[in-house]
C-alpha cells in the first residue's frame, strides 16, 4: 500500500511529481486558501505525512487527529507553528529547509524594493493604471536612482552576501557593517568596504542622519516615528527592520494581556483594506 500524502497548498510541480511517484498525494489546490484547523485535522486522519508551508498552524490536535502520521514536512526556516513537543511525543520527525535556501530569493526581494524606492516604481505603476502618463521627459516622477549612490548593507551573512554580489553590475560606492568583518579576500570579492556605523559620512545619511538607532536592535519605535515626521509628502522610504527587534516584546504583551499569541498567521486582504479604509479621514 502506498503512502498518503497532504500537502496545504500548491507547491513546484517538479516537486509534487517526486511525491506522486512514491505516494497518493491530496493537496489543496488554491493558493489563496488557507487550511483552516478543522480542514486539516479531517485531511490529516489518513495521512502518512504532512507536507505544510510557512503559514500553517499544527497543533497537537492536529497531529493527535493523524494516527498514521509519520514525517511532518515544513517549508519553514524554524517551524515555530508547529506543535514540537506533541511530534516528539509520537516520534515524528519535522523537517525544516536551510536559511541558505532563501538568501538568492531574499537578495532578489532586497534588489526589487531598491529599484521600486530608488525610481518610484509603485507610484509610477499606479498612474499609469489611473490613465496619468506624464511624460518622459516631466520631473513629476524625479526620484533619487541608483547609480553613483552608496550602497551600504548591515550585516553580512548570507543575504548580505548575495545581495552584495547582485551590486557589481551598478557603478556604487559599496560599504557594509558586520560585527564579525569578512576576510580579505572576502571584502576584495565582493568589493565592499566594512565601516562602523557611527562612522558613516553625514551626507549618505540624507533624512535619516538625525534618527539614532539602538545598539541592541538598530531601529526601534521612536526611530521609524522619527524618519515618519522627516519625509516629505509625496517621497517613499524602506526600512528594514528584524523581527526578532519587536516580535518578542509583542508576543509578551499580548500573552501578558491575556490573550493568545500566533506567531504567523495570515489576514485576509479584505480584512487590511477594511482597517487602512477605516483610517482614511472621512470629508466633510
Request: charged share 25%.
Amino acid at each position: 500500500m502506498r503512502p498518503r500524502v497532504f500537502v496545504t497548498q500548491p507547491i513546484a510541480a517538479s516537486a509534487l511529481a517526486r511525491l506522486e511517484a512514491v505516494a497518493d498525494v491530496a493537496i489543496n489546490n488554491d493558493p489563496l486558501h488557507i487550511c483552516t484547523r478543522d480542514e486539516l485535522i479531517a485531511a490529516v486522519r489518513d495521512a502518512d505525512a504532512l507536507y505544510c508551508m510557512l503559514h500553517d498552524r499544527v497543533d497537537a490536535g492536529v497531529i493527535d487527529a493523524a494516527p498514521r502520521l509519520k514525517v511532518i514536512g515544513s517549508t519553514t526556516v524554524t517551524p515555530a507553528d508547529i506543535d514540537l513537543a506533541a511530534a516528539s511525543r509520537r516520534r515524528i520527525p519535522v523537517t525544516a529547509v536551510p536559511s541558505s535556501y532563501l538568501d538568492d530569493a531574499t537578495a532578489d526581494l532586497a534588489w526589487a524594493l531598491l529599484f521600486a524606492v530608488g525610481r518610484r516604481l509603485a507610484e509610477s505603476d499606479r498612474l499609469v493604471r489611473a490613465g496619468i502618463i506624464p511624460g518622459s521627459q516631466s520631473c513629476y516622477l524625479e526620484s533619487l536612482g541608483i547609480s553613483g549612490r552608496t550602497l551600504g548593507i548591515v550585516g553580512m551573512g548570507g543575504v548580505g552576501k548575495a545581495a552584495a554580489r547582485r551590486a557589481r553590475g551598478f557603478p556604487l560606492r559599496r560599504i557594509y557593517h558586520d560585527p564579525r568583518r569578512l576576510s580579505a579576500d572576502e571584502e576584495r570579492e565582493l568589493d565592499f568596504t566594512w565601516v562602523e556605523l557611527d562612522e558613516l559620512p553625514r551626507d549618505q545619511g540624507g533624512v535619516f542622519d538625525e534618527v539614532d538607532g539602538d545598539i541592541g536592535d538598530l531601529l526601534n519605535d521612536e526611530d521609524a516615528a522619527k524618519a515618519g515626521e522627516l519625509l516629505e509628502p509625496g517621497s517613499s522610504a524602506a526600512m528594514l527592520v528584524y523581527e526578532n527587534a519587536w516580535a518578542t516584546r509583542l508576543g509578551k504583551a499580548i500573552v501578558d494581556a491575556g490573550a493568545q499569541f500566533v506567531v504567523r498567521t495570515a489576514i485576509p486582504a479584505d480584512a487590511v483594506e477594511a482597517a487602512l479604509a477605516a483610517t482614511e479621514p472621512v470629508a466633510d
